[in-house]
């Protein structure tokens, strides 16, 4: 499966493997971007996993806010995580890629923030 890439203000491109995916991840906790995504379609609306730095400062320290939606009978489901660890989003990536919900970490279902019911 071909996987789409977005790291900072870049276009949706196709990652070139596991590795490329890896290193776009890592390109937020390492200070080189303020966010990334992962999705099958580029700018897909049904199906993605994204993070991005949440706080930054001295007293707090960084953290990160993360979210995960996937296909779901005639929806999606959508969780976010928000965290210090970033640990928790890079295990949420590979679980994404594998068709997997996120678990583990305290993720919150926040599907209903995005439909009308």
Do not use: N
């Amino acid at each position: 499966m071909t996987w789409y890439v977005t790291v900072g203000e870049t276009e949706p491109r196709a990652a070139e493997g596991l590795q490329d995916i890896e290193s776009a991840v890592r390109s937020v906790p390492k200070g080189e971007s303020e966010f990334f995504v992962v999705e099958p379609v580029p700018d897909s609306e049904d199906s993605f996993v994204q993070a991005s730095v949440w706080t930054e400062g001295i007293a707090l320290g960084t953290s990160y806010v993360a979210e995960v939606r996937m296909p779901s009978g005639d929806g999606f489901r959508q969780w976010r995580l928000r965290t210090k660890r970033f640990e928790d989003i890079e295990s949420a990536v590979l679980a994404y890629m594998d068709g997997e919900a996120p678990s583990g970490a305290p993720w919150v279902d926040v599907t209903d923030e995005f439909t009308d019911s």
